[in-house]
Each structure stands twice: as C-alpha cells, then as structure tokens.
Nanobody, 118 residues
C-alpha cells in the first residue's frame, strides 16, 4: 500500500520557520516529481511547489517564492518543504503529492496543519 505521510506542521509566529517532511512508503518515488499543495479554510487547494525527480528543477507559487524551498532525498524517499518568513496567510493544511509519468498527481498525503499567528 502506497502512503505519503506529512509531518512537521504546527503553530508558529509570523516571521518564523517550519520544515515539513513527507515520507513515502510502499513504492519508491525516486523517479517521480513531487509537489506540495495547501488548502486554507474556505478556499480551494492551491499549488505551492514542485520538484523534479532528481531535484534539478523546482517551481514555486508566486506567493511563496523566495521564502519556501522544496527539496528531495531519494535515498530516504522523502520530500521536504522549508518555510521561512512565514505569514498569517500561509495558514493552511499542507499536502504532499507524487506525480506519475502522465504528470498528474496520483498519490496524496493526509495533510499537516500549519498555523501562523500574527
């Protein structure tokens, strides 16, 4: 059974940092791009960041560019999201997801809550 399990969420003050992790099990994703998404209360889920299978290419939503960094450790089958200079508007449930070769996200984690207080 394939699972993606996020961790590292929590409550942090504005300006602070958090590092989210997403550990995959059940299959390897070393050859797959992986991404982070988030969903705030009352809003649709939105794209945050994506990283290529080997980590050579990354892309970010404009709202997090320069503050968030996505990385991938294929040996650990894990993807990370380093979040710095957090803002209250970053408050959301954060999800990791894995792409298959059709460029669609077929596997999703259960999410981890990030709350940024002002």
């Amino acid at each position: 059974q394939v699972q993606l399990v996020e961790s590292g969420g929590g409550l942090v003050q504005a300006g602070g940092s958090l590092r989210l992790s997403c550990a995959a099990s059940g299959r390897t994703f070393s050859g797959n791009a992986m991404g982070w998404f988030r969903q705030a209360p009352g809003k649709e889920r939105e794209f945050v960041a994506v990283i290529s299978w080997n980590g050579d290419s990354t892309s970010y939503a404009d709202s997090v560019k320069g503050r968030f960094t996505i990385s991938k450790d294929n040996a650990k089958n894990t993807v990370y999201l380093q979040m710095n200079s957090l803002k209250p508007e970053d408050t959301a449930v954060y999800y990791c997801a894995a792409q298959l070769f059709d460029y669609e996200y077929h596997y999703w984690g259960q999410g981890t809550q990030v709350t940024v207080s002002s």
